[in-house]
């Protein structure tokens, strides 16, 4: 068998949420059908560990340097000519993905005042939510990573900016709307017809649920509720097909192609969860390939000695 016949079998046993070294046994690994012998354990580990990285495990914080041992097992696979196009997305759908898993609960100051200069609204002393143009108790209106946090040491690569807390790469928007984009369960698309981002509610379930009482069940104790009687009654259909507002004369707008990103990984976590499906206009599309991608990153690695 080879590596990448390895890796496909590997793929579909394995659960992407879970970390796979939790999978991990004596002689093979853990399946929701018991546990699965392997004639090599440290071939099977090596193989869960290019599909199931996560990006705050294999890579160091500093500069974006990966873990040595993770850069020879991806030189291996290029040099044996088994990194193909499938695989290499594979092993960025595994690392990127919009999921409970992958929330940060920090506050990040920088990004949240950079926002605030470019686009923040305050009245007596509440800040307006982008979506819902609701003024609400600052500490619930989140500065919210379009591109993860998580993954900054990824994003030049990715998307082609080097700073995460890039101001168009956020947005001020009210915890549950945070919570449910940073999930996937909704996104932005573009309206070229009226050059406006529109949010798109994904999860059926959601629909009826009112906001105040998501970001209540996700802040817990930390949540503080709005005055507003507007603001305690809205839903999530009340937001679905909503457009962000900005302020009056300002010309600063998110990145395209990250919303665009994200928009394109929540559809396809719909579609794995049965949610609802939508048609938009592919407003930033990626055209490069997912092995040059790699290729690319290992040969940044190895011009600057890593892994060596």
Not at 18 to 41: E, F
Not at 228 to 253: H, K, Q, W, Y
Request: hydrophobic share 40%; proline share 3%.
């Amino acid at each position: 068998m080879t590596l990448q016949e390895l890796l496909e079998s590997v793929a579909a046993d394995l659960d992407p949420a879970v970390d796979y070294r939790a999978q991990l046994c004596s002689g093979g690994y853990r399946t929701p059908n018991g546990i699965k012998q392997a004639d090599n354990a440290e071939q099977i580990q090596r193989a869960c560990g290019l599909l199931l990285g996560d990006a705050n495990i294999i890579w160091k914080a500093a500069g974006g340097v990966a873990d040595p041992d993770l850069i020879a097992r991806i030189a291996d696979l290029e040099e044996q000519r088994q990194l193909d196009d499938g695989l290499a997305r594979k092993l960025y759908d595994n690392v990127f993905r919009y999921s409970e898993s992958k929330i940060s609960n920090s506050t990040n100051r920088k990004l949240k005042g950079r926002l605030k200069a470019a686009y923040g609204k305050t009245v007596q002393g509440k800040l307006v939510c982008m979506l819902t143009s609701e003024a609400l108790p600052s500490k619930t209106v989140i500065a919210a990573h379009l591109y993860k946090s998580s993954w900054a040491v990824f994003v030049e690569l990715a998307l082609g900016f080097s700073d995460i807390d890039d101001v168009r790469n956020g947005l001020l928007l009210w915890k549950p709307i945070e919570h449910a984009f940073d999930t996937a369960q909704m996104c932005f698309t573009y309206d070229t017809q009226h050059n406006s981002f529109v949010a798109r509610v994904l999860n059926p379930a959601l629909l009826t649920e009112k906001l105040s009482s998501y970001g209540q069940r996700v802040m817990g104790a930390r949540w503080a509720a709005p005055s507003s009687a507007r603001a305690m009654t809205l839903t999530f259909a009340d937001i679905d097909n909503v457009a962000l507002s900005f302020p009056l004369g300002c010309e600063v707008r998110p990145y395209k192609r990250v919303l665009c990103y994200q928009a394109h990984l929540a559809q396809r976590e719909a579609a794995k969860q049965g949610w609802i499906q939508i048609n938009f206009d592919d407003f930033w599309s990626e055209d490069e390939p997912y092995v040059a991608k790699v290729q690319r990153w290992l040969s940044k690695q190895r011009a600057n000695g890593y892994g060596e």
